[in-house]
């Protein structure tokens, strides 16, 4: 981290404006509530799914199997046993939040009339909900832009095709060393896998290194990640206002590639505790 050393010139500014903060926040304190307590914080775990039912919709995509078959349905009861250690109030899903199909569905669930479908938001949302006893998920999405094309659009009108496709084949290594993982290992330990902390830091730099693809008059990189932050802290936003008491813990099931996001996110609201999967595993599969 670098260091910066300040003017001398400057430390009777610094010093009043220190000095005219507290003594405006002292005054305005009485009538504030005090800041949670890390004891009386609520939780969100946040945990980043493949998508199980391979809709293909993303510019990469898992390649998963049969998540109905007997051995993944084994294994699915693997997931939801650790994710009760977690003893969620709700469950948020990746699902528009203007949109009631989901809760409808749900509902059906609960009275018999739906069968599960092979999509995570059933498979972990609506099974974990139900056994936990809650009468309602909670859909958190918000759509938003995602100027692709216009990335790559840039990348070669600035002849710098050569270094976009280098970036795009990184990511493709990427999703494919997944794609390899999954079929030998259960659907918890690909979870572990994809939440660890180094590959979600790996897949946001991604979006941090499209950045470099942009120019004065042309921020195409810079746009796109401004566009996908902002959908982000959306859902991030909508995720929050589902907490109503310092005992609510939030269970929060999306797509991996939403995951470092809402994690940063969480990380820095100094109102919430942010969880992660791992902790609630007893013995972590080596990969």
Do not use: C
């Amino acid at each position: 981290m670098k260091s910066f050393t300040v003017p001398a010139t400057s430390g009777a500014v610094i010093l009043t404006s220190a000095l005219f903060f507290f003594a405006g926040s002292a005054g305005a304190s009485a009538s504030r509530p005090a800041p949670a307590t890390a004891q009386s914080k609520p939780e969100i775990l946040i945990v980043g799914t493949y998508h199980m039912a391979n809709p293909g919709r993303d510019i990469f995509n898992a390649s998963a199997d049969d998540v109905l078959s007997t051995k993944r349905q084994a294994q699915m009861a693997e997931l939801l046993a650790v994710l009760k250690r977690f003893r969620p109030t709700k469950v948020a899903i990746e699902s528009t939040v203007y949109d009631d199909t989901r809760k409808k569905q749900y509902a059906d669930y609960l009275a018999g009339k739906h069968t599960l479908t092979r999509n995570e938001i059933e498979q972990v949302g609506f099974r974990l909900a139900k056994e936990m006893g809650m009468r309602t998920v909670y859909p958190v999405d918000y759509d938003g832009d995602f100027p692709w094309q216009r990335l790559v659009n840039f990348a070669k009108a600035t002849g710098k095709s050569s270094q976009f496709d280098e970036l795009y084949a990184e990511m493709g290594a990427f999703f494919k060393e997944m794609n390899d993982f999954l079929p030998t290992h259960t659907i918890l330990e690909t979870l572990l896998f994809m939440n660890a902390n180094d590959r979600v830091a790996a897949d946001v730099g991604f979006y941090f290194r499209e950045v470099h693809f942009g120019e004065v008059g042309d921020y195409a990189g810079a746009d796109l990640l401004t566009s996908w932050y902002q959908r982000n802290m959306r859902i991030y936003a909508n995720i929050a206002n589902l907490i109503e008491s310092p005992d609510e813990r939030i269970l929060v099931i999306y797509g991996a590639g939403h995951l470092g996001w809402l994690r940063q996110a969480a990380e820095y609201d100094p109102t919430v505790r942010l969880r992660k999967l791992a902790e609630f595993v007893e013995v972590t599969p080596t990969r």
